[in-house]
């Protein structure tokens, strides 16, 4: 389901107007190499969905941020305010401290 929600999000964003490269379709990339390549692409924002998407809210969502990304922290506080209205169901955000969201060099927001 996630590859099915990036990919329909992928070509939203790409009818606005921004350049979207899809990671973590091949199964044998680092977390190493994402983190690699979105700095190399000199990514704008790094979106990582972790959890299955569908017409039902997960039972404890939240949206997750780098702590020291204020351009972070905003995007999640949208992206969290956006999923509560949408499933009219809680959405904490807060904090997070994987790899992947504090090696990117751009804004980098994770979705569970």
């Known amino acids: 389901m ?8 992928a070509e939203y964003l790409t009818k606005a107007g921004a350049k979207v490269i899809l990671l973590g379709e091949n199964p044998i990339e680092s977390p ?24 039902q809210a997960p039972s404890n969502p ?14 999640a506080n949208f992206i969290a305010e956006e999923l509560q209205f949408q499933f009219n169901h809680p959405v904490k955000q807060h904090p997070d401290y994987s790899y992947l969201i504090m090696q990117t060099a751009c804004p980098a927001v994770v979705i569970n």
């Open 62 to 75: 939240y949206v997750g941020h780098y702590y020291r990304s204020s351009q972070g922290q905003k995007l």
């Open 32 to 55: 190493t190499n994402k983190v690699e390549m979105a700095n190399q692409k000199q990514a704008h924002l790094y979106l990582i969905l972790r959890t299955e998407l569908n017409n």
């Open 2 to 9: 996630n590859s099915q929600v990036a990919k329909y999000l």
